[in-house]
């Protein structure tokens, strides 16, 4: 069970919030994924209902850079944003199909 961040590190005004943005999420398919995602997000202090996607493969929260750096100091394990995301995400709509 693990919980990564990636770096896309994209600057962004989302909301009223200007930062430089990423994403968090697991590598577990469905329930299980959605469970560790949000109790990793909790304590970082993100609100559920920040979650993007929810209920699908790429359920995932935004993370600003501070929050990005927390995640890592926290356990999170730091990914590249493309190819690194795009592998869990079959992995886990591959795991959801059987």
Do not use: C
Not at 9 to 17: D, I, M, T
Not at 31 to 55: M, P
Not at 71 to 89: F, K, Q, S
């Amino acid at each position: 069970m693990t919980v990564y961040v990636d770096d896309m590190q994209l600057e962004a005004v989302v909301g009223p919030v200007d930062g430089v943005w990423s994403h968090l999420l697991s590598d577990l398919p469905g329930e299980a994924g959605r469970r560790e995602l949000l109790d990793f997000a909790r304590r970082l202090g993100i609100e559920e209902r920040w979650i993007q996607n929810a209920g699908t493969a790429t359920e995932h929260f935004d993370v600003t850079e501070p929050t990005r750096q927390r995640a890592l100091a926290l356990g999170a394990v730091p990914i590249a944003y493309g190819r690194a995301v795009a592998a869990i995400t079959r992995s886990k709509r591959s795991a959801e199909d059987r």
